[in-house]
């Protein structure tokens, strides 16, 4: 199959991408002294990662209690993610009160580098979608479901 039909390209224009940093990062815990130089091994991980803004969604990679995941292709980078979507209902209060949190979450997340942890980098939300996408660290060895 011709590499165009694997990914649909989605407008940056669609989506509202959370990129907002939280100042703590593993390197300035280093530097606090919390975590001993030798237990991490360094990866090439951006020091701040971003949830891509022009990128083409692939195939399904799997299905898990919240939603589906796909492949993603960063067209800024030419880096491979897994977008996780999950779907919510924007005009219902209670369920874009948990996205937000969701998306506190991801923040969070988004800072800790670890050879031993999927590193998520970022999410979006479309509401014309209304679909919260988790961009992470692609693991092309996890077994689709
Ligand atoms: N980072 C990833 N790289 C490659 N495939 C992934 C990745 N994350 C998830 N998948 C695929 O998508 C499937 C669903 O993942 P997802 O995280 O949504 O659900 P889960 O692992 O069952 O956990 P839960 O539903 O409890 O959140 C996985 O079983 C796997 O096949």
Known sequence: MPQENLFQLVPSSQTR??????TLQYSDLRTLGRVPEKSCPRREVPR?????????QGKLLGRGAFGEVYLCY????GREL???QVPFDPDCQET???VNALECEVQLL????HERIVQ???SSRDLEKRKLTIFV???PGVPTS
């Open 137 to 139: 660290e692609f693991m």
């Open 120 to 122: 998520y980098y970022g």
């Open 96 to 98: 874009s009160k948990e």
């Open 17 to 22: 991408s959370y990129n907002g940093d939280s």
């Open 110 to 113: 988004k800072n800790l580098h």
């Open 82 to 84: 897994a977008a996780k």
């Open 74 to 77: 960063d067209a800024d980078t």
């Open 48 to 56: 701040s990662p971003q949830a891509p803004v022009n990128w083409r």
